[in-house]
C-alpha cells in the first residue's frame, strides 16, 4: 500500500526554510512508530533537510538529476513511476514522507493518508500542501496525540 503520511498546520502549512516549522515530540515518536520497518519516500530536499537516511526504513529518494549526498543505504529513483514499480516488488508498505513536490507526485496513487493535524497556524510557512489534496478520501480513524495534536486516518474513495 501506498500511504502519504504528513502534519498539516491550520494554514496548511507543512515548511519553513527546508525544516517542519515546529517541533512535538509526540509527532515525532508516531511517525517512527508508523513507519519502522516500512518504507519511506521523499524528494532529495527532503532527505537533505533530516540529514541522513532514516533508520530502520528502506529510505527511497527521488531525484531526476541524481545530485544527492550518496549513501549506501538509500536507493535513488529517477521518478515517481519507477518508485511504484518497487512497491510492487516489496513486502511492506511504502510511505511518502515529503516534500511538497513529492506528495503532489504521488497524489493519483496515494491510497491512504494519515494526517497529522498541528494546532498552529504558521503565518511565515513557505511550504504548502493544497487545500483539495484529501478530495476523494473517507476518513476511516482518528486519534489524539497529546499537545492538542490529532491524526486522522484515511483511505481512498474506490468507485
Known amino acids: 500500500m ?4 504528513v502534519a498539516i498546520s491550520k494554514n496548511n502549512a507543512i515548511g519553513k526554510g527546508g ?3 515546529w ?3 509526540a509527532d515525532l515518536r508516531f511517525f517512527k512508530e ?3 520497518g516500512n518504507a519511506v519516500v521523499m524528494g532529495a530536499n527532503t532527505l537533505r533537510a533530516i540529514g541522513k537516511p532514516l533508520p ?6 527521488l531525484s531526476r538529476s541524481g545530485n544527492i549526498d550518496l549513501y549506501t543505504d538509500v536507493i535513488r529513483l529517477g521518478s515517481k513511476d519507477e518508485a511504484v514499480i518497487l512497491s510492487q516488488y516489496l513486502k511492506c508498505d511504502v510511505f511518502v514522507i515529503g516534500g511538497a513536490k ?3 507526485a504521488f497524489a ?3 491510497d491512504r493518508w494519515i494526517v497529522t493535524q498541528v494546532p498552529i497556524e504558521v503565518s511565515d510557512a513557505d511550504t504548502f500542501v493544497p487545500d483539495d489534496f484529501l478530495e476523494g478520501f473517507e476518513k476511516i480513524d482518528s486519534k489524539e496525540l497529546g499537545d492538542g495534536l490529532s491524526v486522522e486516518i484515511l483511505q481512498r474513495n474506490r468507485v
Open 102 to 104: 513529492t506528495y503532489e
Open 19 to 21: 525544516k517542519l516549522p
Open 34 to 36: 508508523t513507519t519502522i
Open 56 to 61: 530502520g526504513r528502506l529510505n527511497i529518494v
Open 108 to 110: 493519483d496513487v496515494i
Open 23 to 25: 517541533h512535538y515530540p
Open 2 to 5: 501506498i500511504i502519504g503520511i
